[in-house]
C-alpha cells in the first residue's frame, strides 16, 4: 500500500527547535517530490514547500522561505520540515502530501497529520 | 504569485441537490487545476485532477469543468458523506502551489 505516515504531535514552547518527519512506503521515495502543507486551526490549506528526495532539490512558497527547512534522507525514505525558533503562529496541523507523476501535477497521497502546539 | 478564489466561501444545500463551486485563477492557468476534499479531523482527499479527470474511486457525482482561469465543480446530486470542505489547488507555477481558500459545504 502506497502511504506517508508522519511523526506524532508536538507541545512546544516559543524560541524552540522543532523537526517533524513523513515517512514513505509503498512505491519508489526517490521519484516523487513530496510538499508540506500548513492548516492553522479553522482555517484553509497553505502551500509551503516542495522537495525531491532524490537530488533534495527544494522550492518553498514565498511565504515560508526562511521560515522553514525542508529536507530528506533518502536512505530512510523520509522527508523532514523543521524549524530553528518556534512562534506561537506556527500552531498549525501539517499535512505531507505526495505530488503526483503526471503533468499536470496533483497530490495524490497525503499523510495523517502532524498537529504542532507551540504555547508557553 | 498566483492567487485563487473560491466561491461560495461556504454553502448550505439539502441532500439530493446540485452543488456547483467555482474557483478563479489571478492568471490562465491552463488546466492545472485539483479539487480537494476534506473532513473535519482528516487529511484532504484528491477528487479531481487536470481541471476535469475525475480520480479512480471517486463517486461519478463528482466532475469538474474549465481551462484558463475559471474553474467549477460540480456535485450532481449531494449526499450525506459529501458534507465537507472542498478546496481547489493550482499546479500551474512551479515556485507555489496555491490552494484556494476553501468552500465549506453543510446541511440545511
Known amino acids: 500500500e502506497v502511504q506517508l505516515v508522519q511523526s506524532g504531535a508536538e507541545v512546544k514552547k516559543p524560541g524552540e527547535s522543532l523537526k517533524i518527519s513523513c515517512k514513505g512506503s509503498?512505491?519508489?521515495?526517490?521519484?516523487?517530490?513530496i510538499g508540506w502543507v500548513r492548516q492553522m486551526p479553522g482555517k484553509g490549506l497553505e502551500w509551503m514547500g516542495i522537495?525531491?528526495?532524490?537530488?533534495?532539490?527544494?522550492r518553498y512558497s514565498p511565504s515560508f522561505e526562511g521560515q522553514v527547512t525542508i529536507s530528506a534522507d533518502k536512505s530512510i525514505s523520509t522527508v523532514y520540515l523543521q524549524w530553528s525558533s518556534l512562534k506561537a503562529s506556527d500552531t498549525a496541523i501539517y499535512y505531507c502530501?505526495?505530488?503526483?507523476?503526471?503533468?499536470?501535477?496533483?497530490?495524490?497521497?497525503w499523510g495523517q497529520g502532524t498537529m504542532v502546539t507551540v504555547s508557553s | 504569485d498566483i492567487q485563487m478564489t473560491q466561491s461560495p466561501s461556504s454553502l448550505s444545500a439539502s441532500v439530493g441537490d446540485r452543488v456547483t463551486i467555482t474557483c478563479r485563477a489571478s492568471?490562465?492557468?491552463?488546466?492545472?487545476l485539483n479539487w480537494y476534499q476534506q473532513k473535519p479531523g482528516k487529511a484532504p482527499k484528491l477528487l479531481i485532477f487536470?481541471?476535469?479527470s475525475l480520480r479512480s474511486g471517486v463517486p461519478s457525482r463528482f466532475s469538474g469543468s474549465g481551462s484558463g482561469t475559471d474553474f467549477t465543480l460540480t456535485i450532481s446530486s449531494l449526499q450525506y458523506e459529501d458534507f465537507a470542505s472542498y478546496y481547489c489547488?493550482?499546479?500551474?507555477?512551479?515556485?507555489?502551489?496555491?490552494f484556494g481558500p476553501g468552500t465549506k459545504v453543510d446541511i440545511k
Open positions: 502530501a505526495r505530488q503526483g507523476d503526471y503533468v499536470p501535477n496533483d497530490y495524490d497521497i
Open positions: 509503498g512505491y519508489r521515495f526517490t521519484n516523487y517530490w
Open positions: 522537495i525531491y528526495p532524490g537530488d533534495s532539490e527544494t
Open positions: 492568471q490562465s492557468i491552463s488546466n492545472y
Open positions: 487536470a481541471a476535469s
Open positions: 489547488q493550482q499546479t500551474y507555477s512551479s515556485q507555489s502551489h496555491t
